[in-house]
């Protein structure tokens, strides 16, 4: 039986992240990046796409897991018939090679283990040659080579090229497996292989409790604001400072559909709320480290401009499928890549601008040229806005005027004329008061049906849209405003048990807007949309209830998904989600500082 995606946590180097269920099986690795090809697949195939297996002989689930207190240090514990034992996983920051470490302590009594290791480079597809030395196990297929090594005996060399070590760990004995991945041209044995277990460990504990004595929140949720924070930093390409959505790729919206897509790179829409959320948090370096990324990645024409980057601020992000892959519980195509970088979307100019807005209310240095940059993407905007486009979401069906969409171009304009302000600089100020006054005029006349109440997903239709929420976070009007009440509450017509789509959802055929089969779950972050209006709005009992709604769903170790299915009490998409997480962070404080008006 497969696990569901709930089982899996997270261990990272801030440069890739592996994922690791409830078994113990290392499931998904992507060495040497985030977007780099897997060597573990399994999680999105089978056992014959790898893994690596480290538990009591005879499998089954740990008896409890969790990460020590404010690192990324996963501990998970066995309770046996024979006795108790612990492994500990965690990633050691990067020096030059990437490395997992996988430590087995023995707490009371005597417990058989095993070690099974099944590399399949390229993306769970290519067997590797795999030989046995006097010092590790090594695999080699390609530009790609995996050491391993043991503080005890060696892995033997079994069936299909899989590496087994079985041992039996006494309590107070402590064996350490350790892999290392290095370009299959190095001869030697990688540097990291050589370094003490404990210092690894004591070095990558200090790093994160130093990380997350940063954090400024105070609040009641601490614990869960503090987790979405690491999971956040976890998911940072620290040589770059671009952070990915999710460190997978086809974790199904729906269990066997084909709502499977690549979130390993980076993208626009989550700009703003990326930069607040750091911010905010006391992770000013970090912010300023996303910023830096943002502006490298989007320089040149502003009609080039997209909707999402590589980490390393890469634009071909082609997507292919892999028919190898069966995909998790069967959900098919599994892609790589995503061909919704190349989709025109209007609100991307908006969340250019409002970032680049909001980090200059907060006191980062304006680099000399950004002006210049701030004018060419408005000369664009101006000519564009009124056309449709695919929107926040990233349709694949027909283009329309999406209500966000123009939202976001007035976002682009306000913030075009805020930062006029504050540096002096007024010369096109006249055109874009006018276009920001036209677009907002526009909004309000064809983005508004008179019979819900509500402002709505696209001119001349009735559907909702959980985008709408966002409209007093934006400033387009304000939380007090009757329109604004009237679209949040409008918005319970999304509801499912307590949490919120995005769009409505007929689940059978083809969706009439976003061009695909089948429905999905609710999402994540607009159920915290929708506590964040809620108490915009003053209704903060409400509010509190939904947020406490979305931190119950969090699995055991604090993470949360891109989804929530009510009906089957599962999270999908891919995992862990940035934008939940952010959102997780952004909702926290927004509680925090709501004035109470009543509902």
């Known amino acids: 039986m497969s696990k569901q995606i709930e089982d899996y946590a997270l261990i990272s180097d801030l440069e890739t992240a592996a994922m690791l269920g409830r078994d113990g099986s290392m499931d998904w690795l992507c060495l ?35 990460y020590r207190e404010d690192t990324l240090v996963l501990d998970s514990v066995w309770e046996t018939e024979s006795g108790a034992v612990r492994v500990t996983d965690f ?3 990067r020096g030059n090679l990437p490395c997992v470490v996988r430590m087995v302590e023995g707490i009371s009594g005597s417990v058989p283990m ?33 050491w391993v090594s043991s503080d005890g005996p060696l892995h033997r060399l079994g069936r299909e090229a899989t590496a087994v070590l079985d041992f039996t760990i006494e309590a107070g004995r402590r064996l350490t497996l350790m892999l290392v991945w290095a370009p299959s041209h190095l001869p030697a044995l990688p540097a990291p292989l050589c370094l003490p277990s404990e210092t690894a460990l004591k070095e990558t504990s200090d790093f994160w409790r130093k990380w997350t004595g940063q954090c400024r929140y105070q609040g009641p949720w ?94 071909r992000l082609p997507e292919t499928e892999a028919p190898w892959l069966t995909g998790y519980e069967g959900s098919q195509p599994v892609r790589f890549g995503n061909a919704a ?3 025109f979307q209007l609100d991307v100019y908006g969340e250019v601008l409002d970032t680049l807005y909001w980090s200059l209310q907060a006191g980062i240095p304006m680099q000399p040229h950004m002006w210049t940059l701030v004018k060419a993407l408005m000369r ?96 387009f009007l304000a939380a007090d405003d ?9 918005m319970r017509a999304l509801d499912h048990a307590g949490f919120v789509r995005r769009y409505e959802h007929n ?76 959102a997780l962070v952004e909702t926290a404080f927004a509680l925090q500082r709501a004035p109470h008006r009543g509902a």
């Open 91 to 93: 990633m050691p920051l």
């Open 114 to 146: 095993r070690s099974e290791m099944r590399l399949r480079f390229h993306q769970g597809r290519i067997v590797p040659w795999v030989r046995v030395t006097d010092q590790c196990t090594v695999a080699v297929a390609g530009p790609d080579s995996v």
């Open 380 to 475: 664009y905007l101006q000519e564009h806005w009124r056309d449709p486009d695919q929107g926040l979401w990233e349709v694949r069906g027909q283009r329309r005027h999406f209500v966000h969409s123009k939202v976001m171009s007035w976002v682009a304009a306000d913030r075009a004329l805020r930062m006029g302000d504050i540096l002096g600089r007024n010369g096109s100020s006249a055109a874009w008061r006018a276009m920001r006054d036209e677009v907002h005029q526009e909004v309000c006349r064809e983005g508004w049906d008179e019979k819900q109440r509500s402002f709505v997903q696209s001119y001349g239709s009735s559907a909702l849209d959980a985008s709408a929420l966002l409209i007093p976070k934006l400033g």
């Open 222 to 315: 601490r614990e869960a604001v503090v987790r979405s924070l690491i999971t956040l930093k976890a998911l940072t390409y620290a040589p770059t400072g671009g952070i990915v959505a999710a460190p997978t790729t086809s974790l199904p919206e729906c269990i066997g559909g084909e709502r499977n897509w690549d979130y390993r790179f980076c993208w626009l829409r989550d700009s703003t709320l990326t930069l607040s959320c750091l911010l905010r948090s006391g992770y000013r370096d970090e912010a300023t480290a996303w910023l830096d990324w943002l502006l490298r990645a989007i320089a040149g024409e502003p009609a080039d401009l997209q909707t999402m980057y590589g980490i390393g601020g890469q634009r």
């Open 482 to 490: 009757a329109r604004v009440c009237g679209t949040v509450r409008a």
């Open 507 to 582: 689940g059978h055929g083809v969706h009439s807007v976003d061009g695909m089969h089948g429905s999905e779950a609710t999402f994540v972050a607009c159920s915290l949309w929708y506590a964040d209006a809620l108490a915009a709005i003053g209704d903060l009992d409400r509010a509190g209830e939904t947020f406490e709604r979305v931190l119950g769903v969090r699995n055991d170790v604090g993470l949360l998904s891109e989804q929530w299915d009510p009906g089957s009490h599962r999270q999908l998409g891919n995992a862990p989600q940035a934008f939940s997480h952010i």
């Open 341 to 343: 970088v190349d989709q």
């Open 32 to 66: 040497p990046r985030f977007d780099s090809p897997a060597c573990f697949a399994s999680l999105i195939g089978s056992g014959d796409n790898g893994f690596w297996r480290v538990s009591p002989v005879g499998g089954g689930p740990c008896t409890h897991r969790a």
